[in-house]
């Protein structure tokens, strides 16, 4: 069965520092695809970036950048120089390929930017 | 493009009572999701529907909880009667396919309060 893991709670930054959010996930599918979604206040979940298995490559798009691991079923997300509208619920997620398309998110990790 | 639309964003209702969630997707979009996010914890999947039909409500509660999408567009979502323990926020999503790999849309959510 799928499961993903967010250890951290709520993580206080101070506005322009760097936040790193860290995903573990179990799966015993071969395809699967990792997800971070953004939930700002007002609840709408805000799909912010995809990986499928087979691509390890990390990227940096914008301010966000992520840092895939398959030897150790990671899939962290980082936001550099962070701001006041980052402030939100980030949720990590995953589909197996054979999952009948169910999305199973972690508990979600409260990030509060300070001024 | 207009998003996912929900209504009631808010709903207050004493418990036994019936309620509905309504939920129009994006448009062209086939797939759409129901699920049920409890206060600290991820979105988990309550029903997914390709077009008009249900094909994944392992997760429904179906002595209370009902669904529909007649026409393959809109999806209405029922609970009778309604717990205390039913009190979260209901949220659809839609994707424009199939696959695993496809980023879901999200609506803001009917948050539902049972007293």
């Known amino acids: 069965a799928q499961k993903v893991t967010q250890a951290q709670t709520e993580i206080s930054v101070v506005e322009k520092e760097d936040v790193t959010l860290d995903c573990v996930y179990e799966t015993r599918d071969t395809t699967y695809y990792l997800f971070w979604y953004k939930q700002p206040p007002s609840g709408e979940l805000v799909f912010l970036i995809r990986?499928?298995?087979?691509?390890?490559q990390n990227e940096i798009s914008g301010r966000y950048s992520w840092n895939f691991q398959k030897s150790t079923s990671s899939f962290n997300f980082t936001i550099t120089a962070s701001q006041v509208v980052d402030s939100a619920v980030y949720f990590c997620?995953?589909?197996?390929?054979?999952?009948?398309?169910?999305?199973?998110f972690g508990k979600g990790n409260q990030v509060v930017v300070i001024p | 493009e207009a998003g996912v639309v929900q209504s009631p964003r808010y709903k207050i209702i004493e418990k036994k009572q019936p309620v509905a969630f309504w939920c129009n997707p994006i448009?062209?979009?086939?797939?759409l999701y129901w699920y049920l996010q409890n206060l600290g914890q991820g979105p988990e999947l309550l029903i997914r529907y390709e077009n008009e039909e249900a094909v994944d409500d392992s997760q429904l509660p179906k002595d209370r909880f009902s669904a529909e999408r007649l026409k393959g567009v809109d999806s209405t979502l029922k609970i009778q009667p309604a717990e205390l323990g039913d009190s979260a926020v209901y949220l659809c999503?839609?994707?424009?396919?199939?696959?695993?790999?496809?980023?879901?849309?999200f609506g803001p959510g009917t948050r539902l309060t049972v007293l």
């Open positions: 990986r499928n298995s087979f691509d390890e």
């Open positions: 999503a839609s994707s424009s396919g199939q696959g695993s790999y496809n980023e879901q849309f």
């Open positions: 448009s062209g979009h086939n797939t």
């Open positions: 997620a995953l589909s197996e390929a054979r999952g009948n398309n169910r999305l199973a």
